[in-house]
């Protein structure tokens, strides 16, 4: 046989399946629908390895679901708006619109080179009109079922650039470009109420069985709820401070109250003490944030307040302003309870405040807590009058009890979700359809005049959203009132594109975002594959996208993505130069940097990143051994939720495989023997690839390969080698779909192996070995048998009568009894 012509045989299928459209989604037939989605790619300029990864792992499946009998929606677009072309429009003078369509161009040949398995008439970018205006018509939705608000919020704020940063545009506090130190300001934004859906999107995650725990776990964690209790001290002086805990059952131990820098009770002693307000300020640079807070050494300031104990009046605690409470989080004020809280502990050993144990673990139970860890384990409530010896749980109910009771305060749950807030100050995203009126305030602007079209004539010379001053742009009449008013000139978080994507591939009418009812014939997604990086924000925002549209009556549909796989990354080993350079894998031989001849260091095995230069680019590799080795590779030797390593070696150990497939299965015997194991290792081989397929465990697929070829490369001649051939064709054929085209050709087949069966696989073909029996008379062995496994015992006792051995030893008389352990003995008693 000849070699296996990859390049040619790459071009001549893709054109092939373009030109017949093979992979346009089903919707005509009642087979059953598999929707397999990969997410959509960022127009960044070229294909990297991950994408090849990632969208082979999803080809593969999409593949498969059609050879077994399923109408597959596998469709591909671009996730287009954002600010690297905003970037590139600021340092190359090239409009973002044109650098991200040529990149489109450029990706889409590359990604067609690889010969996926797409639906390209269901292309978008949501950079279009046609796709951004149907957005803006969800939005207006969302507006008018109120789940859409406007509040002061703040920015990052570039006052050299006089413009507003992304926080990836902050470099330790200053602005990327110009260097100044960032600001905020506050600004009025849109925000989308994602808070209602809080208890929703944690309950959802209870159903989603074929999710990775790690993901819903970073879900659930990100909502962060927290059941507690809120309630009230009196001041002494007048007045009140509300707290938040989790702990109301340690509510005997407190020693302090604390309130946030920014906490009302703060700014207004700071604003009759110098003092407080100097460590106001000293907190406020210290920045705020949760993560922030978590590393700053814990720091207080006491106001001289007290607070009384709503348990016992007489009992006084200090109120301190403490840089450890977050102003956002529950109320904003906490009371301590030093020997069960670290953060407390700490505080109170460097003030000096009582710590008192109220939780014993059985071995101490005295008041006084010594040492610097707090407990925080499980345990009986101790010193703290009608709580004692309850446990948490009891004591944690019976204080709210008493608190509702009593009227200071009440249990509730608080979320660490905040709403999301989608107003980006940016040109390269979709406008916000809102008008703002001097007369009639925010107005929608109605659908009819959607969508709100991107100017195209705008300029990136002068930092600062280009809509805002763009001269005729954003200048229109009211909707309401048809005076002279303004667009908003925000455009939407990158984010809500990608919310609902998966919903416009699976329906896509001219008129409105989707029909109802063929988005719902294919979602939810039956099996969505992506990166972990989008563990959190986007599957989040997608959830709860979808949970709103149901919840506005528009679509029934409560979980996206029924099934969720991140995969591992794609990494290389690290060069550097003499002198300190990162080196390209390109630049190094043998050790050695080209240029200079200079020994290069070998560095970890990391991420392909830019910076780090370890970049393999995928199209010279197509070019070089074709897409189905690539394919190949990138399937075999990593588990995929693991890292893979790209190696030369891989890559030519693949291309090898690729040529011993060719001429394997090319194979066609004359002889008709028979050969039993190897036609049952190539339906055991059928069903092993199916479950490791379906499982997404391809690493295993490719190895039960190797084993067929390598079977089917030692029989001898037979006419189950040639089945055998035949079945290797078609389990191979989602990984290595071009070589399986042509060699389904030369074969002289009918039509397209794409759309041919996976082949049936016989159940008696799986039966595990047989076993051997042992035929007992009267307890006396007199024969030994060699039986299926797990055969039934009314089939081995005939099995054991038929035995010319057994019939001699009853001497022809039927036995009395039999008796029959599985799998090992029969013993007949006469
Ligand atoms: C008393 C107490 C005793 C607490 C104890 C903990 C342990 P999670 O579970 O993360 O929700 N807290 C409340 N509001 C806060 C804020 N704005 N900034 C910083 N800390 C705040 O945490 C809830 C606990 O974190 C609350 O329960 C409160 O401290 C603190 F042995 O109250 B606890
Ligand atoms: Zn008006």
């Given at each position: 046989t000849t070699r296996f012509n990859a390049l040619k045989a790459d071009a001549h299928w893709q054109t092939v399946w373009d030109e017949r459209q093979t992979?346009?989604?089903?919707?005509?037939?009642d087979r059953p629908r598999a929707y397999v989605l990969e997410m959509f790619p960022y127009p960044s300029g070229r294909i990297h390895m991950g994408h090849v990864r990632n969208y082979t792992m999803g080809d593969v499946l999409a593949r498969y679901r059609r050879m077994t009998g399923h109408a597959v929606l596998h469709p591909m677009g671009w996730d287009a708006f954002g600010m690297p072309a905003e970037n590139a429009a600021m340092e190359k003078g090239v409009h973002p619109g044109n650098w991200t369509r040529a990149n489109i161009q450029t990706m889409k040949a590359q990604l067609k080179r690889l010969g996926f398995a797409l639906d390209w008439s269901r292309e978008l970018a949501t950079c279009e009109p046609d796709y951004y205006g149907h957005e803006q018509a969800l939005f207006l939705d969302l507006f008018a079922a109120g789940l859409v608000y406007r509040k002061e919020s703040s920015v990052n704020w570039d006052p050299v650039d006089m413009t507003v940063l992304a926080n990836e545009q902050v470099i330790d506090g200053r602005g990327w470009r110009s260097g100044a130190v960032v600001e905020k300001r506050k600004l009025s934004q849109w925000f989308l109420k994602i808070t209602d859906f809080a208890d929703e999107l944690i309950e959802g995650l209870g159903g989603l069985d074929h999710w990775p725990d790690k993901v819903k776990l970073m879900q659930e964690n990100w909502i962060g709820r927290s059941r507690g209790l809120r309630f009230r001290f009196e001041i002494a002086t007048g007045g009140e401070v509300e707290v938040f805990t989790t702990r109301p059952d340690t509510i005997f131990g407190a020693s302090f109250v604390a309130v946030a820098a920014d906490h009302p009770i703060a700014r207004a002693v700071a604003e009759r003490s110098p003092e407080a307000a100097a460590f106001v300020e000293r907190c406020k640079q210290g920045g705020t944030t949760a993560a922030e807070l978590e590393t700053q050494e814990k720091q207080g300031f006491d106001t001289g307040l007290r607070a009384r104990h709503?348990?016992?009046?007489?009992w006084e605690l200090p109120v301190y302003i403490a840089n450890f409470v977050l102003m956002e989080y529950g109320t904003g004020a906490v009371f301590g309870v030093p020997a069960h809280d670290q953060r407390d502990l700490d505080f109170a050993r460097k003030y000096d405040l009582p710590v008192k144990r109220v939780v014993s673990d059985g071995a101490e139970d005295g008041p006084v807590f010594v040492g610097d860890t707090a407990f925080t384990g499980a345990g009986t409530i101790v010193n703290s009058h009608f709580l004692d010896g309850m446990d948490i749980e009891e004591a944690k109910r019976a204080v709210v009890d008493r608190a509702e009771a009593g009227g200071w305060g009440t249990g509730s749950t608080v979320y660490r979700l905040r709403d999301w807030?989608?107003?980006?100050?940016?040109?390269w995203g979709t406008p916000i359809p809102i008008v703002h009126c001097p007369s009639c305030g925010p107005v929608a602007v109605p659908k009819d005049q959607l969508p709100i079209v991107l100017p195209e004539d705008v300029s990136f010379a002068v930092p600062g959203n280009p809509l805002d001053r763009h001269p005729t742009w954003k200048h229109v009449a009211c909707p309401a009132c048809d005076e002279p008013a303004v667009r908003e000139t925000d455009t939407l978080d990158t984010f809500v594109d990608s919310s609902w994507y998966f919903i416009r591939f699976a329906s896509q009418p001219d008129d409105k975002p989707f029909d109802r009812a063929e988005a719902e014939r294919w979602l939810p997604v039956g099996q969505y594959i992506g990166g972990v990086e989008h563990a959190i924000l986007h599957l989040l925002y997608a959830r709860f996208w979808t949970r709103a549209l149901k919840h506005i009556g528009k679509l029934d549909v409560a979980e996206p993505f029924a099934g969720l796989f991140t995969q591992g990354m794609v990494t290389h080993e690290t060069y550097k130069s003499a002198d300190g350079r990162w080196l390209s894998p390109d630049d190094v031989a043998n050790g050695v940097e080209t240029a200079t001849g200079d020994a290069v260091t070998v560095g970890r095995i990391e991420k392909m990143s830019k910076s780090k230069k370890n970049v393999i680019d995928p199209e010279p590799i197509v070019d070089q051994y074709g897409a189905d080795a690539v394919r190949w590779f990138m399937l075999s030797?990593?588990?995929?939720e693991r890292d893979l390593e790209w190696s030369e070696n891989g890559i030519e150990g693949a291309w090898r495989f690729v040529q011993r497939l060719w001429r394997l299965v090319g194979q066609a015997d004359a002889a008709d023997g028979d050969d039993l194991a190897l036609r049952k290792l190539a339906h055991r081989t059928t069903a092993g690839v199916a479950d490791a397929i379906e499982g997404l465990q391809f690493n295993k697929a490719v190895a039960l390969l190797y084993t067929l070829a390598a079977a089917v490369e030692k029989a001898t001649p037979s006419r189950d080698r040639t089945d055998a051939a035949a079945t290797l064709l078609r389990l191979a054929a989602p990984m290595v779909p071009h070589l399986a085209e042509e060699a389904w050709a030369a074969a002289g087949n009918d039509g397209l192996i794409a759309d041919a069966a996976w082949p049936m696989i016989d159940p008696a073909m799986l039966v595990d070995d047989e076993v051997t029996v042992a035929v007992q008379v009267n307890g006396k062995l007199r024969d030994t048998l060699l039986l299926p496994k797990g055969i039934a015992r009314e089939e081995a006792e005939a099995a054991a009568l038929a035995s010319e051995k057994v019939v001699r030893a009853l001497d022809g008389k039927a036995p009395r009894k039999v008796i029959v352990v599985p799998d090992r003995l029969v013993n007949l008693v006469a």
């Open positions: 992979f346009a989604a089903d919707t005509t037939s709503p348990l016992d009046p007489s807030g989608v107003s980006r100050q940016r040109y030797d990593s588990p995929p």
